[in-house]
């Protein structure tokens, strides 16, 4: 596929200076950050399995039974500022 692009004299000098610094031709370099948006766009539409999550989510419970409860009295304002006026 072609595709022309005009830009602005600035956009264009900042392209040519970025695809320098990389050691590779415009050409390359513009086809490299296109090809790159598409990747990240094809990857946003496709839906995140769940499994890891829930892998995540089920290592982090493991043996919270067996965690101290937390007293009511520790969960109310006043305990978490006790050393304020």
Excluded: C, K, N, W
């Excluded at 919270?64 to 969960?75: C, D, H, N, R, V």
Aim: overall charge negative; proline content about 7%.
């Amino acid at each position: 596929m072609t595709i022309t692009l005009e830009l602005t004299p600035h956009g264009a000098a900042s392209l040519a200076a970025q695809a320098q610094a990389h050691g590779v031709s415009l050409d390359t370099y513009v086809r490299h950050l296109i090809e790159a948006q598409a990747a990240v766009v094809d990857h946003r539409e496709q839906p995140m399995p769940l499994e890891p999550v829930e892998a995540d989510l089920d290592a982090l419970a493991a043996d919270s039974e067996t965690l101290p409860s937390l007293p009511a009295a520790g969960l109310i304002r006043e305990s978490f500022y006790q050393d304020h006026d």
